[in-house]
């Protein structure tokens, strides 16, 4: 079960470009909650609470009780925007959820381990897809799917349909997606192929100097004969 996160917000906080700038300059951050069929509501939050309570392992999917008014709303991130150059955090859109109901959200993609037969000829995993898109209750988002790739060869790919989601968790996407493949580099497969063309080459050169000693050594054998 998800960890939920407490976040204090105030209400009553005046709308407009104006007010919003002030705000950030007293340290909070204007934000609005919508969902579960009431009205949008406007509210603003401590800016270094609301950084610690999404930076924790859940991320932007941290559960939240966020206490309005002495009352408590269980939410989820939106959205979420940032000043352009210093990265601030500028304004967040807060969700209600229903913790009973089913919904869909984001969750990255971790790949772990190391192959040693991908390794072997210098190949490489190509991850492509970095987040899932899931379906759960609230209350079992996962942080994270973790994926094993000790055991992938090259030509091997992962799909949405390979994972091992968490009970209560499914795919919300289309299975066939890719995750990551197995692959050698061009410059891997160049070298390959040169050395390939190098052992071959030698091969053939070893067996014309075979077939030329056999041949000499028969031409003689025929010389002794007749001179016998």
Known sequence: MADQVALKAATGRELGSSSSRRLRREGKIPAVVYGLSSQPLPISLDYMAARSALTTDAGLNALLNLEIDGTAELCLVKDLQR????????????????????????????????????????????????????????????????????????????????????????????????????????????????EEEAQLAADEADLGGDGGGAAGDAGEGDSNDGED
Do not use: K, Y
């Open 83 to 194: 000043h352009v150059v210093r990265d601030e955090v500028t304004h967040i859109d807060f969700l209600r959820v229903d913790p009973n109901a089913r919904i869909e959200l984001e969750v990255p993609i971790i790949l772990t381990g190391e192959s040693r037969e991908v390794a072997n000829v210098s190949g490489i995993i190509d991850q492509t897809l970095f987040t899932i898109t899931v379906a759960t209750l609230p209350t079992t988002i996962p942080n994270e799917i973790v994926v094993d790739i000790s055991d992938m060869a090259v030509g091997d790919s992962l799909r949405v349909e390979d994972l091992v989601l968490p009970d209560g968790v499914v795919a919300a996407m289309d299975g066939d997606s890719t995750i990551a493949t197995a692959t050698v580099t061009r410059s891997t497969l160049e070298a390959i192929r040169a």
